[in-house]
């Protein structure tokens, strides 16, 4: 069975902006999102530049590829794979309780490794394989396309509240342990 087209659509446009809006910012900050990957321990140093490069510009690709509906399911699937090598690479960090920054967040604060992590690359991973579906037969309208635009940003807004009390709850932990 295939979902309405307005969720597959919302999904993608989802995302797109996610995809988009991060890889700008890894590509906008190289020199943090590279101190970020080193930190993780996960590619030897004399590789984690060209990561960097290919991780971000590997986002952009993804987030603008998912605008194009010719490509939109394949890059759906791409983004499933980059949000699963990311759940890995949170997960392996936390069985090694290496709490170091998670590079994820869009704004500047620094945001530990945590359980809440792993839901929610686990949540994009599902947006992400619900964005890969096939389009049903209904065609979208201009008013299904203002139904869509409406969720995306709504979701948008709330995944920013969401990124904000992950941080908020980082920072209330970084206090209570200096105390």
Request: hydrophobic share 55%.
């Amino acid at each position: 069975m295939t979902p309405d087209p307005l969720i597959i659509h919302t999904a993608r446009g989802c995302l797109a902006l996610l995809f988009i809006a991060t890889g700008l910012h890894k590509s906008v900050h190289p020199g943090r999102f590279r101190l970020v990957l080193g930190a993780q321990r996960i590619l030897p140093e004399q590789c984690i530049r060209a990561g960097a490069s290919v991780l971000s510009l590997a986002e952009l690709c993804v987030g603008v590829s998912l605008l194009w509906p010719a490509a939109a399911r394949s890059a759906a699937l791409a983004a499933a794979v980059l949000l699963g090598l990311y759940f890995w690479v949170l997960s392996l960090n936390l069985a090694r309780d290496h709490r170091t920054e998670c590079g994820c967040s869009l704004s500047r604060r620094k945001v530990p490794v945590s359980g809440a992590h792993l839901i929610r690359n686990a949540c994009l991973i599902l947006v992400a394989l619900v964005a890969a579906m096939a389009d049903s037969a209904r065609q979208l309208h201009w008013a299904d396309l203002i139904q869509v635009l409406a969720a995306v940003l709504s979701l948008a807004l709330l995944y920013v509240s969401a990124e904000t009390l992950l941080e908020q709850g980082a920072s209330a932990l970084r206090l209570e342990r200096q105390q």
